[in-house]
T-cell receptor, first 114, second 113 residues
Framework: KAGVTQTPRYLIKTRGQQVTLSCSPI?????VSWYQQTPGQGLQFLFE???????NKGNFPGRFSGRQFSNSRSEMNVSTLELGDSALYLC?????????????FGDGTRLSIL | GESVGLHLPTLSVQEGDNSIINCAYS??????FIWYKQESGKGPQFIID?????DKRQGQRVTVLLNKTVKHLSLQIAATQPGDSAVYFC????????????FGQGTRLTINP
């Protein structure tokens, strides 16, 4: 079974632009979460989607948004990019998104802002 | 504020020795903990999890211990191999109704030949 797939792997943007990142969960998984990883702040939760609905959101500005499609694939969008948005963006999926269920991560999209 | 933290940012061990990576948490209501391994250029890989109604769980070459009294958990890796070199994170699920992982800062494990 294929793992979580994230595209693209690397992305370079300039300040003020917007970006869309894509995530395909493990087949059959219905919950998708997004995390931002930086050297300074570590791994931080962005949001979680289940059955096309956002169930939870972290402490990030409204420039960060996401959505989930009926096939469970998810996208996240960052508008008006800032230098501080440079990070590794990780997507994770789980079967039912239940509390006692581990999430499985993709290898991330490395976003660099110039 | 509430947090999940690791005691040491780096740990160096001899190949073949056992490794112990520690993690402390502050939320006494935490019920579910997960250990992840992250190798360079890759995403976190699930290793093992434990619920608060257990104090020990074993996997292949790994054991997680949970001490709820002092709010501490540890990951033990037996007979450490070069392939175990990575950053190890403990995490807890903070949302009872959904999934929201809060991660520690990570411990970088280095294996000496």
């Amino acid at each position: 079974k294929a793992g979580v797939t994230q595209t693209p792997r690397y992305l370079i943007k300039t300040r003020g632009q917007q970006v869309t990142l894509s995530c395909s969960p493990i087949s059959g998984h219905r919950s998708v979460s997004w995390y931002q990883q930086t050297p300074g702040q570590g791994l931080q939760f962005l949001f979680e989607y289940f059955s096309e609905t956002q169930r939870n959101k972290g402490n990030f500005p409204g420039r960060f948004s996401g959505r989930q499609f009926s096939n469970s694939r998810s996208e996240m969008n960052v508008s008006t990019l800032e230098l501080g948005d440079s990070a590794l963006y990780l997507c994770a999926s789980s079967l039912e998104g239940s509390y006692f269920e581990p999430q499985h991560f993709g290898d991330g999209t490395r976003l660099s802002i110039l | 504020g509430e947090s999940v933290g690791l005691h040491l940012p780096t740990l160096s061990v001899q190949e073949g020795d056992n490794s112990i990576i520690n993690c402390a948490y502050s939320n006494s209501a935490s019920d579910y903990f997960i250990w992840y391994k992250q190798e360079s250029g890759k995403g976190p890989q699930f290793i093992i999890d434990i619920r608060s109604n257990m104090d020990k769980r074993q996997g292949q070459r790994v054991t997680v211990l949970l001490n709820k009294t002092v709010k501490h958990l540890s990951l033990q890796i037996a007979a450490t191999q070069p392939g175990d070199s990575a950053v190890y994170f403990c995490a807890e699920n903070r949302d009872q109704g959904a999934q929201k992982l809060v991660f520690g800062q990570g411990t970088r494990l280095t294996i000496n030949p």
